[in-house]
Every structure is written in C-alpha cells, then in structure tokens.
T-cell receptor, first 114, second 113 residues
Framework: GQQVMQIPQYQHVQEGEDFTTYCNSS?????IQWYKQRPGGHPVFLIQ?????EVKKQKRLTFQFGEAKKNSSLHITATQTTDVGTYFC??????????????FGQGTILTVHP | DAMVIQNPRYQVTQFGKPVTLSCSQT?????MYWYQQKSSQAPKLLFH???????NEADTPDNFQSRRPNTSFCFLDIRSPGLGDAAMYLC????????????FGPGTRLTVT
C-alpha cells in the first residue's frame, strides 16, 4: 500500500534558525497537503500542492512539490516560538489501489527554544 | 462560526464496555472521516462517509463501527474497547474527495480502564 515517510521525526531549533521537514511517498501523488498540529490541538490545514514542481509561500513558510510528485518539503525561515507543533504531510494517491486515498506522514515535531 | 464539533472531549470507559463518540458539523460537507491518533503518531484513518456511502479501511478492526444518520452527524461506536483503543479520536470533514482540504474537530480523548 501507499506509504508516506516524513523526516526528521524531531527537530529542536533556536528561535531565529531555519527548519525543514521532508516528505517522501512510495507512489506518485495527485496532490499533497500539509497540516500543523499544535501541542494538545488538532491538525489544521496549511496548504495543498497539486502541480509538479510547484512552490508556494505563506509568509515565512515555503512549500515545495517535487517534479516527480513523490516528495515534498516544508521550510520555515527564522523560526518563532509560535511555530512549535507537529507538521504533517498528507499525500493523496494518484492511481492503483491508493487512488484518492489520503495518507499522513508520521509528522515532524518542532521545538523552538527562545 | 461554522465548525466541526466533537463530544465529549474526554471519555473514560471500562474495558469491554461499549462507547459512542459523536461528531457534528455545520459546514454542510459531504465527507466525514474518523481518525485514530495515538501519542506522537500520525492520524490513522478508520473509515469515512461520502454522503451515505460508507468506506471502511481494510485494517480497521471490526470492533469499530460508524453511523451517519444525516449530513450533520456522524458517530463512532467502539463495541468492546480494549486497552489498545485508548487514543485521541479525530473527526474531520471535507467538501468532497480529491483536492479538498480536511477540517478537523478538537478530538475526543478516550481512556480505557
């Protein structure tokens, strides 16, 4: 079945440092979504990428979708304490038995030290 | 505000005692999902409804059932909870499948004693 791997599992940074989490799928994706879950909270949708090679920015956050539509990354520039939380990618299968199925990566837990 | 509501937020049940978790939405979305999330893990999809059509994940135990009596409400029934079923249960909705984002409720934290 479809697998979505996300690394690193944990990331500790000093406030002001950059942060990147990577997501890799075992199968080609039709689209990929990113969610943020604050400690004790629920996942909140951040963005969706659909096109091969797509890059989207939200203030200090930059999202990329790979050319082969099998990998994605989220980069945060100059982290702030408000960025603390778990970042999940969720890929939607493009074909076969995984068609339409949204599979979450394991998440990257970001800690920001002030 | 339109939202996804889950009740209760915390539920304690005894080993083997049936429990029902509820979810309601004011978004008028067609799709409702139930996820199980254990500590420091990704949400795991249990099943979802597209309108009245029920879609069960292959690895969801038979112990878990769901009902969607109308567009707004969806229930998760755990027939005989085991200690391994202790988790956060998240309800989510989306307008449709495909490229639509999912809106999550605050979750119900289930404890099994």
């Amino acid at each position: 079945g479809q697998q979505v791997m996300q690394i690193p599992q944990y990331q500790h940074v000093q406030e002001g440092e950059d942060f990147t989490t990577y997501c890799n799928s075992s199968t080609t994706l039709s689209n990929i979504q990113w969610y943020k879950q604050r400690p004790g909270g629920h996942p909140v949708f951040l963005i969706q990428l659909v096109k091969s090679g797509e890059v989207k920015k939200q203030k200090r956050l930059t999202f990329q979708f790979g050319e082969a539509k099998k990998n994605s990354s989220l980069h945060i520039t100059a982290t702030q304490t408000t960025d603390v939380g778990t970042y999940f990618c969720a890929g939607r299968g493009a074909g076969g038995t995984s068609y339409g199925k949204l599979t979450f990566g394991q998440g990257t837990i970001l800690t920001v030290h002030p | 505000d339109a939202m996804v509501i889950q009740n209760p937020r915390y539920q304690v049940t005894q080993f083997g005692k049936p429990v029902t978790l509820s979810c309601s939405q004011t978004l008028n979305h067609n799709v409702m999902y139930w996820y199980q999330q254990k500590s420091s893990q990704a949400p795991k999809l249990l099943f979802h409804y597209y309108d009245k059509d029920f879609n069960n994940e292959a690895d969801t135990p038979d112990n878990f059932q769901s009902r969607r009596p109308n567009t707004s409400f969806c229930f998760l029934d755990i027939r005989s909870p085991g200690l391994g079923d202790a988790a956060m249960y998240l309800c989510a909705t989306s307008r449709g499948q495909g490229t639509y984002e999912q809106y999550f409720g605050p979750g119900t934290r289930l404890t099994v004693t």
